[in-house]
């Protein structure tokens, strides 16, 4: 085998050129890796099966081609995976997509337009929660960060200091309900709390002391949630 590589490599099929293409966030050296060069002198020998699917592992990519060019290059055409929202977790900070996937670390201020979530168990459930938020857009360029509580519910910082806690079944309902309370009055610090159905509780002082930092904490249950 290894003799039959050196004759199709003085042949003029030794795999000497690589072009990608389509890339944006994902590093050239890490396609590299994955390719595999160093495994596949020639482009004939070349398993591009398993370059992809190495290619597709990648953090940022969503889909890979790859094209043999003969005698010497391929063609490897990457679409990668659009980042939806900006997760905090603990200190640090994450880009996933909309199925959840971490896509890589990242600066607190990065991409302003993204939706801000936090908590554990935020990135697989923010996508549900933003498509029911999509059908109120006054309440929803209000939402500073949506934090996932105890990896069940959701509660909405806002950008006046108030918080909004959601229940964990119903959140289209309490949705409707927030719009329309929210939408009359600022909050400014309160805290209103949707979690039962059958009540509306507005607590003072409960947003300010959480806006900083920190995990989500599941704040004392109300009428037997």
Do not use: C, K
């Amino acid at each position: 085998m290894a003799e039959l590589e050196r004759m199709l490599d003085r042949a003029g099929f030794g795999l000497t050129q690589v072009h990608l293409s389509g890339h944006r966030y994902t590093l050239d050296s890490d396609v590299f890796d994955a390719i595999g060069l160093a495994a596949s002198p020639t482009v004939l020998s070349f398993d591009s099966r398993a370059a992809q699917a190495r290619i597709e592992r990648l953090p940022w990519v969503e889909r890979a081609s790859i094209e043999r060019v003969l005698p010497d290059r391929i063609d490897v055409h990457v679409s990668e995976r659009r980042p939806f929202a900006l997760w905090r977790l603990g200190t640090r900070h994450y880009l996933v997509d909309a199925d959840g996937r971490v896509l890589g670390p990242t600066r607190p201020d990065a991409m302003p337009a993204l939706p801000r979530i936090a908590g554990e168990g935020g990135p697989e459930a923010a996508a549900g929660l933003f498509a029911l938020l999509s059908a109120y857009p006054p309440l929803l360029a209000r939402v500073e960060t949506a934090e996932r509580v105890g990896s069940r519910r959701w509660r909405l910082r806002l950008a006046d200091g108030g918080s909004i806690e959601l229940p964990a079944d119903g959140v289209d309902r309490a949705l409707a309900q927030a719009a329309a309370l929210a939408g009359r009055q600022a909050l400014r610090g309160h805290s209103l709390d949707l979690r039962v159905a059958a009540r509306v509780i507005l607590r003072e002082g409960r947003g300010a002391g959480h806006r900083a930092g920190g995990a989500a904490e599941e704040p004392p249950a109300v009428g037997g949630t």
